[in-house]
């Protein structure tokens, strides 16, 4: 089982300011590369996903940006705000069909 | 639509209680899993299926079993509750299906509001 390692484990980050989570994986030759997004007492929804022949990929104030070679992937969060406070997840797909390994999750707090 | 549906919301367990999870989705989708997530550990998959009759086990399957009869239903199953079976169970579904070259758009899952089970 190949591990999937999402860090950091939470980060505080005043209104405006830039959210970055990293994700690193050991193995995968699959296609796609998602971030999920968790408010408190729901589930996990997906935010923002990236193919692996792109090095970035933009969604209004979400970016990903992705290095093949390094076998790591990123999340930014641009002028961040109160409302993006939730944790978020990185997940890794591990077979062909689409079957996610997912990371340990960052706990982003946006302060006013 | 409703999506995915879980019940119960809540639950409180006596060691050694069975229960199941239920977990219904109308979108039609091949796909179906069942995660758990623990504080600071993610989310873990205990079982999966790729369509009714069909399931597999994921990386924590142990304490577990599911069935899929249907391709709507997806329920879990504790046998013997233990306290490290203390979680927030996660459904989710997916359409899944092995990727064509050049096809695009992600496998997304959509994921139930969860199942808070405590065993004491």
Redesign the interface.
């Known amino acids: ?1 190949q591990q ?1 390692k ?1 860090s950091p ?1 939470s980060l505080i980050v005043q209104k405006g300011g830039i959210s970055i989570i990293n994700c690193a994986y050991e193995n995968t030759a ?3 590369f ?1 971030w ?1 997004q968790q408010f408190p ?6 935010l923002i ?1 990236i ?1 692996p022949d792109v090095s970035e990929k933009k969604e209004g104030r979400f970016t990903i940006s992705f290095n093949k070679s390094a076998k790591q992937f990123s999340l930014h969060i641009m002028d961040s705000q109160p409302g993006d406070s939730a944790t978020y ?1 990185c997940a890794v ?1 591990t077979d ?10 960052t706990q982003v707090v946006v302060t006013p | 639509n409703a999506g ?1 549906t879980q019940t119960p919301k809540f639950r409180i367990l006596k060691i050694g209680q069975s229960m199941t999870l239920q977990c219904a989705q109308d979108m039609n989708h091949n ?1 179906m ?1 069942w ?1 758990r997530q623990d504080p ?6 205990i079982y ?1 299926s ?1 369509g009714a009759g069909i399931t597999d086990k994921g ?1 924590v399957p142990n304490g577990y079993n599911v069935s899929r009869s249907t391709t709507e239903d997806f329920p879990l199953r504790l046998e013997l509750a233990a306290p490290s079976q203390t979680s927030v169970y ?1 459904c ?1 579904s ?1 359409y ?4 064509r070259e050049g ?2 758009g ?9 199942s808070r089970l405590t065993v004491l």
Do not use: C, H, I
Request: glycine share 18%; net charge positive.
């Open positions: 089982q999937v999402q484990q699959f296609d796609y998602p999920y007492g729901k589930g996990p929804a997906l996903a193919r997840f797909p062909s069909w689409g079957k996610l390994q997912f990371g340990a999750g | 995915v796909y899993y995660y600071g550990m993610g989310l873990k998959l999966y790729v990386e996660f989710a997916s899944g299906g092995r990727k096809q695009s992600a496998n997304v899952l959509t994921f139930g509001a969860g």
